[in-house]
T-cell receptor, first 117, second 109 residues
Framework: GAVVSQHPSWVICKSGTSVKIECRSL??????MFWYRQFPKQSLMLMAT?????????EQGVEKDKFLINHASLTLSTLTVTSAHPEDSSFYIC?????????????FGPGTRLTVL | GQNIDQPTEMTATEGAIVQINCTYQ??????LFWYQQHAGEAPTFLSY??LDGLEEKGRFSSFLSRSKGYSYLLLKELQMKDSASYLC??????????WGAGTKLIIKP
């Protein structure tokens, strides 16, 4: 159980286009979903935290107008990279938690590798 | 402030034991996680400690000392497939994870 999927697994796009990445919890309802970005040989950088039905909370330095997050249901969150540029090329990973306390671990999706030409 | 420190890289021999240390400073500490991440893949959960002591799970064990802000991940009977990055993450009072930079573990035959 506790499977999180992401789609697409990789995407190549031209500079200036927008890319949408989907994150789904397949067998549980995710109260909270997290979006991370990871550059090569670096650790995970939390971009934003989203709860179903409310606006996402963005980390300092993350442009909310550029990285649009929608958490419309308890099983789906989307990240849209608007007007992507080469510096947005990165590995984007989502995670989800089912609980709000205790040992509720984050379950990670497989990640989406974005390359902007 | 909130901070996680762990070594950047470690090397060990197949069949041996290795200990990866992690020190943390976290407001409202609410648990310590260890994740394994192979290159190009998402992290996978290894362990969770919220009380002091050692948690053993097969070849992997994790230790926590809250008074010292210290944890370690112990890997026994190392296999080549254990070559990966190991991420230490502490959880704060807002249930948010603060991630270390990861320790790249290289296993040699």
């Amino acid at each position: 159980g506790a499977v999180v999927s992401q789609h697409p697994s990789w995407v190549i796009c031209k500079s200036g286009t927008s890319v949408k990445i989907e994150c789904r919890s397949l067998d549980f309802q995710a109260t909270t979903m997290f979006w991370y970005r990871q550059f090569p040989k670096q650790s995970l950088m939390l971009m934003a935290t989203s709860n179903e039905g409310s606006k996402a909370t963005y980390e300092q330095g993350v442009e909310k107008d550029k990285f649009l997050i929608n958490h419309a249901s308890l099983t789906l969150s989307t990240l849209t990279v608007t007007s992507a540029h080469p510096e947005d090329s990165s590995f984007y990973i989502c995670s989800a938690t089912a609980g709000t306390s205790g040992s509720s671990e984050q379950f990670f999706g497989p990640g989406t590798r974005l390359t902007v030409l | 402030g909130q901070n996680i420190d762990q070594p950047t890289e470690m090397t060990a021999t197949e069949g041996a034991i290795v200990q990866i240390n992690c020190t943390y400073q976290t407001s409202g500490f609410n648990g310590l996680f260890w994740y394994q991440q192979h290159a190009g893949e998402a992290p996978t959960f290894l362990s969770y400690n919220v009380l002091d002591g050692l948690e053993e799970k097969g070849r992997f064990s994790s230790f926590l000392s809250r008074s010292k802000g210290y944890s370690y991940l112990l890997l026994k009977e190392l296999q080549m497939k254990d070559s990966a990055s190991y991420l230490c993450a502490s959880r704060d009072s807002n249930y948010q994870l603060i991630w270390g930079a990861g320790t790249k573990l290289i296993i040699k035959p």
